[in-house]
């Protein structure tokens, strides 16, 4: 909206003339669009359509928050973001927000974001004559004496309107009389009214005259305001003060203390008497803030300072003063005291975040904006000169912007999350005052995340012992992964890897996706499987995903579940039972017969031991408890039976023994017969011995294989670990029949001893070891080891 033709001339001389700044000095100069609107307009009358005059998408103003940003408490303006349209806000009145009769402007910021842009509008109050001229009291009095000569002035009180321009006051009227009228001098913005004697007065023929002053200021309509004049006709004083000077000018700083005499001033008077004794005084006329700020004693005619003197509030002050004296009538002289205040710097920087984004994402690039600023000084000059910087040693800078005192914070250099997630950037703004004063402004900036770390296992490869014969669709154990990053970006689910795998053992596994729980579908079988090894993925949940794996060694203990079995004697039944004979004259210590057995468990699940639970005669027989060899106590006589019957009992060293009897039955022959059925048994004996071997290397081949197997992925497992340990294969120099087998190997500090179902008698059991692993004396140490 402008106010007419002119306006839409000086709008189009200040466009030209801004294009012709920005070709001249490039990107330095930046053309101000300017609106003029009137005061006292009603709320959302348009002023103009910034947008459209910005050259900016009507349709985009939304999403970029097209809005008005100001430092003022008052918002007059607003914008429309559906039509870019600048419309008033608030009711304006001009008088009060610009006192004076320059123009009245008021510059506007106006954002856009998306990218950030900021642009200034001018926007001009023109005035309405909406008041009417007053006058700081209803009536004067004035008392002449009659031999006054015409021409004589009396200054009347000067009538206050607080529009400008055409509507201020134009002139004064005075109702038609035949001896005063109204003379106006004009005196900077000022017009003063004066009382013009043009006939002399006679006191004898009227002693008091009233008259109306009338103000009329140059509205259309115009307003006007009166003054009612009262003149009183005396005979007295012809001598006025005289001052020295019309005008005198003083300078004084600001914030002067309380009762600093500003000026004094001297006013003198030829008359003699009462009649030259003169008295100071402001005039009514000025604005109230004058009498709050200084005051004149009315007798010396010193001038000091009463209230606060500040510089930004008002940077000079006209007083006009009146020397009176005392005479009948009293007589009266004026002067104008102009005080001008020097600058002080008494005001810090004020520093405004205009808009600010407080989070800033870790893979920001350099150069990033995240807040601009404004930096402003209410003093003047240098005072009014401002240093912008950063305190704090954060990973920003302050970049300046075309316009002095915009800056922008960006970023200066890559973020990382989890090194630093918080940044305080404390802005530094320092006049160059004297001394300067400083003020600080702390931003306080969050990093979010980015997925930028993939899931970590604190050990590759895991190892882990299960006992054989877990319950099947239990947890058996569990794996865990840690993300650096935060909520999903850190949220792990974990999966086994499957594919291209050529383990059947992977389908019997599963993991919850959640906590890495792993569950065995199936119990495992020490005897079937001694250790296998799979892979689990850990996946975080962030966008795109990030994983890692690891490999899962796992070793399966043996437990005490497989019972002996009696390899010999077995008859053709299948029974453990057997016939011996032997001669009748056989010495003590003849061997009878030797039980052999087998057990599949290792260690002390599989170390047997022989007893006799039944015989019938226990000085005939005896039964060695680790080979189970039978031989006779002592030599047979006439009066032993022919046939015994003894029931040999085969156990584990197991927690929970396991055990298998056999039944051998010893026939006592002549010598004779014992020779003639040795041959016949011989050659039966030698095939079921045979058989016997045949299978017994078959049982003793695999499982030599599968604990070889086992050993080899062991040792791979420590050395890959750097641990410090031997192995070697224990040799059983006292092998009777018993399958046994046993590997030994050092750990740190720790000896281990893996052992068949026959173990070296100089060996230690640890109880609760899964019956399986032996603690081996440490002759270096000489001292028990503990194990891992």
Known sequence: MGTGGQSRTLEYYLLVYGLALLLFFGEQAVAQIRYSVPEEVKEGTAVGNVAKDLGLDINSLIDRRFRVVSGSKETYFEVNQDN??????????????????????????????????????????????????????????????????????????????????????????????????????????????????????????????TLLVTAVDGGKPPRSGTLNVSIIVLDSNDNRPIFSQEIYQVVINENAPIGTSVFRMNATDPDEGSNSEIEYSLVKTLKKKVYDIFELDKLTGEIRVKGIVDYEENDVYKLDVEASDKGTPPLTGECRVIIKIKDINDNPPEIEVTSLSNTVSEDSKPGTVISLISVTDKDSGVNGKIISSLTSDVPFELKPSYKENIYSVVTKGFLDREEVSHYEIII????????????????????????????????????????????????????????????????????????????????????????????????????????????????????????????????????????????????????????????????????????????????????????????????????????????????????????????????????????????????LVEPKEAFAASDVKSATKVDEEDNVTFYLMITLGSVSLLFIISIIVLIAMQCSKSTDYTSKYLQETNYDGTLCHSIQYRSGDKRYMLVGPRMSIGSTIVPGSHANTLVLPDRRRGSTEVRA
């Open 84 to 209: 870019g349209a600048l419309y008033v806000h608030k009711k304006i009145d001009r008088e009060e927000l610009c006192q004076g009769t320059g123009a009245c402007l008021m510059e506007l910021k106006i954002l856009v974001e998306n990218p950030l842009e900021m642009h200034h509008v001018i926007v001009e109050i023109t005035d309405v004559n909406d008041h009417s001229p007053n006058f700081p009291e209803k009536e004067q009095r004035f008392e002449i004496a009659e031999h006054t000569l015409p021409g004589r002035r009396f200054q009347l009180h000067a009538a206050r309107d607080p529009d400008a321009g055409i509507n201020s006051i134009r002139t004064y009227t005075l109702t038609s009389n035949d001896h005063f009228e109204v003379d106006i001098r004009q005196s900077d913005e000022d017009k003063i009214p004066f009382l013009v004697l043009k006939k002399s007065l006679d006191r004898e023929q009227k002693n008091k005259h």
């Open 428 to 667: 530094k703004a320092t006049d160059c005052g004297e001394p300067p004063l400083s003020t600080f402004k702390t931003l306080n900036i969050q990093i979010s995340d980015v997925n930028d770390n993939s899931p970590h296992f604190e050990q590759n490869p895991l190892q882990f012992y299960l006992v054989e014969n877990n319950v099947a669709g239990a947890s058996i154990f569990s794996v865990s992964a840690t993300d650096k990053d935060l909520n999903d970006n850190a949220a792990i689910s974990y999966h086994i890897v499957r594919e291209g795998s050529q383990n059947d053992i992977m389908s019997f596994l599963n993991v919850n996706s959640d906590n890495g729980h792993i569950t065995a579908l199936k119990s495992f079988d020490f005897e079937v499987l001694k250790t296998f090894q799979f892979q689990v993925v850990a996946t975080d949940s962030g966008t795109p995903s990030l994983s890692s794996n690891v490999t899962v060694n796992v070793f399966i203990l043996d437990q005490n579940d497989n019972a002996p079995v009696i390899l010999y004697p077995v008859s053709s039944n299948g029974s453990a039972e057997g016939v011996e004979e032997i001669p009748r004259n056989v010495n003590a210590g003849h061997l009878v017969t030797k039980v052999r057995a087998y057990d599949a468990d290792i260690g002390y699940n599989g170390w047997l031991l022989f007893s006799l639970q039944e015989v019938t005669d226990h000085s005939l027989f005896g039964l060695d408890r680790y080979t189970g060899q039978i031989r006779t106590l002592r030599s047979f006589t006439e009066t032993d039976e022919a046939e015994h019957k003894l029931l040999i009992l085969v156990k584990d060293n197991g927690n929970v023994s396991l055990s298998a009897t056999a039944t051998v039955i010893v026939k």
